[in-house]
């Protein structure tokens, strides 16, 4: 399988792409427009002109941070929980793979030594950012 959507019910808590998910379409989104981080692969040929372009100032209200994590070099075990800090399942993540996280809770377990690009909103919060738990 090259992607897969971690859900919850109808909520869809995680997205992973593997390392080899490859399409022919120009772009691909994993997300919908209404979610606040969007995921997409975007495959284009060489000499492929990508218009310059700026950003608007656009007002947005974000009431949860989501991240993406890319997995640069070894693996790491991602657990996946519920809001109510019930685990759902764990996926092993290598390299080359990435990880939306939009949802409920997660967590994470080197099993080899691990390279990764974590990005998510800002400003950061501090601890008013999170809810830290631990699991039996």
């Given at each position: ?15 992973i ?18 979610d ?21 100032d ?14 640069k ?5 991602t ?14 993540l ?43």
């Open positions: 399988m090259y992607h897969e959507e971690i859900k919850q019910d109808d909520k869809i808590l995680a997205i792409v593997r390392s080899n998910f490859s399409a022919k379409d120009t772009y691909t989104f994993f997300t919908n427009d209404t606040t981080q969007q995921l997409a692969y975007i495959h284009h040929p060489a000499g492929k002109i990508i218009e310059s372009h700026i950003h608007n656009v007002k947005r209200e974000i009431y949860k941070t989501t991240e993406v994590v890319f997995i070099k070894g693996k790491l075990k657990n996946f929980y519920t809001e109510e800090k019930k685990i759902i399942c764990s996926h092993i290598g390299k080359g793979d990435v990880v939306l996280l939009l949802q409920g809770g997660h967590g994470f377990e080197v099993i080899e030594e691990v390279e990764m690009f974590v990005v998510k909103q800002g400003p950061y919060a501090g601890e008013n950012d999170k809810i830290r738990f631990t699991t039996q």
